[in-house]
């Protein structure tokens, strides 16, 4: 850094916080470091007896923080995301709708490793909200070379390193299974919690099912639902290892391609997830058929809030990923 007259700062970054103190109004930083100081903003510095200032030396091998730092949200940026206005070399990213988001993990690792930049996130595969902030990411010191954001943009290559699927207002059908609630002996409780999660995530339930503990009937009902055009099925109850409960039976009779029939999160260890691809007159579509234990109708959260906002956009959920929940499965 350098000191020059006040006068001659146009255009140099400051090197530190300057403080305006007006007796009973105010103590505060007027200019905060990192600031460009402008030709207007000259006459401020020198009514709070700022004849000289410390400034960066102009580079031209160098880059302001807040320069930089629009390189990171270039290198992330997607659709479905707005960014804030960069601030003391910050910026952050703003979801547009609700969805999931996705990261690449290993280029996110290589611009983190660069040093002097750093590009934070919320964890990947999860559900995020609409307007919810998800990822910020800053240059760490006031200036940086035009050289070390090269190797940002090198390590990022040409995909952005983060992507927000939407979830999609799908069509959801759900089987209750159960002697007990189809003779009536209990209420179904099951059905409403399954509902009410699907809803609030924008999907719609077109039917719903209560079914006797027939492994061949609750089959025939999962093939009726996507024939008329179910795109989830949620089948509840009968998930145990107890010999009146079918349901896992039941759903790989219809041929659907059986990814997990268990996942290392409590509660949801017995939790069922299938895809049925199906092909009619209206074209070729693959339908996920789960089935839920009964931990989802009374606990908070479960495996199913995990699952459920990937399957809502689209997001193939392989047999790795679930067995790599078991880190922090403890829910």
């Known amino acids: 850094m350098k000191l020059i007259r006040t006068e001659e700062a146009a255009g140099h970054v400051l090197c530190h916080d300057l403080t305006q103190i007006v007796r ?23 009514s709070i007896g700022k004849e000289h200032l410390y400034v960066w030396e102009k580079d031209e091998s160098m880059l302001h923080e807040d320069e930089a730092a629009e390189i990171l949200r270039e290198i992330c940026q997607s659709e479905h995301m707005k960014a804030t206005a960069p601030k003391e070399g910050k910026i952050s990213l703003q979801a547009e709708c609700a969805g999931v988001l996705k990261i690449n993990r290993e280029k996110l690792v290589a611009v983190n490793s660069l040093g002097e930049m750093m590009i934070a996130t919320k964890r990947g595969d999860t559900l995020i909200k609409k307007e919810q902030v998800f ?45 007990e609630i189809f003779k009536g002996r209990i209420e179904d409780t099951f059905t ?81 997830l299938s895809y049925l691809k199906w092909e009619d007159g209206a074209g070729s579509r693959t339908v996920p058929v789960v089935g839920l234990p009964g931990c989802v109708m009374y606990a908070k959260r479960t495996i199913f809030d995990l699952v459920l906002p ?14 790599s929940l078991g880190e922090g499965g403890l829910l």
């Open 192 to 272: 409403p919690v399954v509902m009410d999660k699907l809803t609030e995530l924008g999907a719609s339930v077109t039917d719903h099912r209560i079914l006797d503990d027939d492994a061949d009937k609750t089959t025939a009902a999962i093939l009726e639902e996507v024939k008329n055009g179910a795109e989830l099925v949620c089948v509840t109850g009968g998930m145990s290892v107890d010999p009146d409960d079918k349901t896992p039976l039941a759903i790989k009779n219809t041929g659907a391609d059986i990814i997990t029939y268990g996942a290392p999160v409590l509660p949801g260890a017995m939790f069922l």
């Open 135 to 179: 990822a910020g990411m800053r240059v760490i010191p006031l200036v940086i070379s035009k050289e070390k954001m090269a190797e940002a943009r090198a390590a990022a290559g040409d995909e952005p390193i983060l992507k927000l699927l939407p979830l999609k207002p799908k069509k959801a059908a759900i089987l209750a299974t159960g002697s």
């Open 24 to 46: 009973g109004v105010t103590k505060d930083a007027i200019f905060r470091k990192g600031h460009v100081v402008r030709e207007e903003d000259i006459p401020v510095l020198l």
């Open 310 to 323: 990937r399957l809502l956009a689209d997001d193939p959920v392989t047999a790795a990923e679930l067995a």
